[in-house]
Structures are given as C-alpha cells and as structure tokens.
C-alpha cells in the first residue's frame, strides 16, 4: 500500500515536499515513480527513482525545479518542490514497480509498468 501525502495550496515561486510511504513492502525493491493529473489533462510522468540501480529520472518539464530522494529506513519517497508554477496545479501520485537491476530509463514514464497506486494529493499553485 502506497500513501501520498504533502500536498496543499502554495503561491509561484514557492515549494512543497510530497511524501509517498509504503507498507507491506520494501520500497528499496522497487521502483518508485511520482505522476500527475490536471483537470481535463492525461495522466503524465514527473519523476522516478530506482534505489536499487541508484538511478532518477525526471520529466523535461520540471528538471532542474523537483528532486526526487528516498530514506529506505523510513519506507519512504519524497518530491522536493521548487520554483512552483501555475502549470504545476495537480493531482499527483505516487506508484511502484519492481525493478530488474537495470534502470527503467526507457519506459519508467509509462502508467502500465507500475503494480502500485497511493491515493492522490492536490497541489495547487496560485496566488
């Protein structure tokens, strides 16, 4: 089981930090990818993180703005925030996938690849 959390109403230019905590299973094991959803908008990949293959990847849309980070000893993924635009305005979720040992470079961006699915959490930004 996932649960995203984190999210909440912030000005442009600010930042908020999500968390994504996993139970029943170890998120060291998996792939963690971050997802969003505007209204009237596709589902699209953010980030994701692949402890095991010590690897991240990011959208072109928000590199050099988000981070993604994970303490195995918490059971538990963050995305780090910043430079928040109006276009950020979102749904986002978190999900997990088991990895292979070899970085999902190539299709970590894809809905169909991940088993599991936290509930939503609203990012809104606007002044």
């Known amino acids: 089981q996932l649960q995203a959390s984190g999210g909440g109403v912030v000005p442009p230019g600010g930042s908020l930090r999500l968390s994504c905590a996993a139970s029943?299973?170890?998120?060291?094991?998996?792939?963690v990818g971050w997802f969003r959803q505007a209204p009237g908008k596709e589902r699209e990949g953010v980030s994701c993180?692949?402890?095991?293959?010590?690897?991240?990847f990011y959208a072109d849309s928000v590199k050099g703005r988000f981070t993604i980070s994970s303490d195995n000893a918490k059971n538990t993924v963050y995305l780090q925030m910043k430079s928040l635009k109006p276009e950020d305005t979102a749904v986002y979720f978190c999900?997990?996938?088991?990895?292979?040992?070899?970085?999902?470079?190539?299709?970590?961006?894809?809905?169909?690849?991940?088993?599991?699915w936290g509930q939503g959490t609203l990012v809104t930004v606007s002044s």
């Open positions: 999900a997990a996938m088991a990895v292979t040992g070899v970085p999902p470079k190539t299709y970590w961006m894809f809905r169909a690849v991940y088993e599991y």
């Open positions: 993180i692949s402890s095991s293959t010590d690897s991240t």
């Open positions: 029943g299973f170890p998120l060291d094991h998996y792939a």
